[in-house]
């Protein structure tokens, strides 16, 4: 059997949206994205407000600005993530400054931050690691102490609740990704959530060029001209691919629970087999973006291979920031600074986990994993 990594969830009806904004007169950011930032928003309650953009990474590094992040600060975040959240922080000028992860959970270490914290700290970028929240209410605590911004990478969190918090409720503000693996994609784009009205019109304005306005509003009526007064970025999100991410909304939920269902049968079985994995903590709704295993860091390349020559497809997530070389070149990075990341780095094994999973592949995919383990 030939299981793949990852199918996207594009339907017949994600296709005509699509297909109805390439027959209009408006492709790029226009009412389309408008319409996709109103209900996006609405999802997480009534005062957020959201401004779509071409990536996560471009959200995370729009709200590092917003938060007034500049070359000389200070950024503290998580080293067991993908490269495009220390990305962000260097794009600004700023240092990325890691702390380890908690060995159960791979999320960052809230006793870990406070002891970071310099007089150059500017802000915190947690991750939701594999759609798991960190402890939110904790980090605000230290975060507020210190009177530093917190901005989160929701890139996998989409879906994710801790104690009946959501993503952006007590930050400055959220960033979620729509690359194909992800809840619902457009291939790529991001969004920035905030309840706070001058984080979302900053990113606004940094989003297409520092433009005080939009190629619709000045084409829209009676021609309006524009000013720039801000240095900004080509950032922005076009109608085709908020159409296709509007029409996907509406089954974010029916798609969430059957990911749940099938990471709670890797559950069962791995734990049963001795098979080691994140521990989701307690008053958490994970969002299941991706399931993990953890092996015999000696044998995790043969078992991730002979997983693949059986048909399993897999992934790895993730290696630590640290230490890949522009970080280790630039900031003198080594191995064993963070340990934890560094056990997880080496000893992980992503599994496939999406809605078109039938239980015959889910229980292929078990079975293969308990053999080759």
């Not at 870990?112 to 690691?129: N, Q, S, W, Y």
């Not at 918090?165 to 992800?182: N, V």
């Amino acid at each position: 059997m030939k299981v793949e990594f990852f199918k996207h969830n594009v339907d017949k009806s994600d296709i005509k949206s699509v297909e109805k904004v390439l027959g209009s007169l408006f492709l790029s950011t226009g009412q389309e994205v408008s319409a996709f930032e109103e209900e996006f928003a609405e999802k997480f309650g009534s005062n957020f407000q959201a401004r779509a953009v071409a990536s996560c990474t471009a959200a995370l590094h729009l709200a590092l600005l917003a938060a007034g992040v500049k070359k000389g600060d200070e950024v503290i975040t998580t080293p067991l993530s993908y490269v495009a959240t220390a990305h962000a922080i260097e794009y600004t000028g700023a240092k990325p400054v890691f702390g380890d992860v908690d060995p159960e959970t791979g999320n960052l270490d809230l006793s870990r931050v406070e002891k970071a914290i310099t007089k150059r700290t500017r802000a915190i970028l947690p991750v939701h690691l594999y759609g798991q929240m960190i402890d939110m209410k904790k980090l605000m605590q230290i975060a507020r102490r210190h009177k530093i911004a917190v901005i989160e990478d929701a890139a996998h969190a989409l879906e994710a609740e801790r104690n009946d918090i959501k993503p952006g409720e007590l930050s400055l503000g959220a960033c979620f990704s729509f690359y194909p693996t992800k809840s619902i994609t457009a291939g790529e784009g991001g969004m920035f959530i905030s309840k706070r009205s001058k984080a979302a019109d900053d990113v606004a304005l940094l989003r297409h060029h520092g433009s005080s306005k939009s190629a619709a509003s000045r084409y829209g009526k009676t021609y309006q001209h524009y000013d720039i007064p801000a240095l900004g970025w080509k950032y922005n999100m076009t109608n085709i691919q908020a159409a296709l991410l509007r029409s996907q909304l509406s089954r974010v939920e029916k798609q969430w629970k059957r990911r749940d269902e099938i990471a709670h049968q890797y559950a069962d079985a791995f734990t049963k087999a001795g098979i080691a994995f994140p521990k989701t903590e307690a008053g958490v709704k994970h969002a299941r973006h991706l399931f993990t295993i953890w092996v015999n860091p000696k044998q995790r390349d043969s078992i991730l291979h002979g997983l693949q020559k059986q048909g399993v497809g897999v992934g790895v997530h993730y290696r630590p920031i640290h230490l890949m070389s522009y970080y280790r070149k630039k900031y003198g990075y080594k191995p064993g600074d963070f340990p934890n990341a560094e056990r997880i780095g080496a000893s992980t094994i992503s599994l496939p986990l999406y809605p078109k999973l039938t239980n015959r592949e889910v229980r292929y995919v078990i079975d293969r994993v308990r053999a080759i383990v």
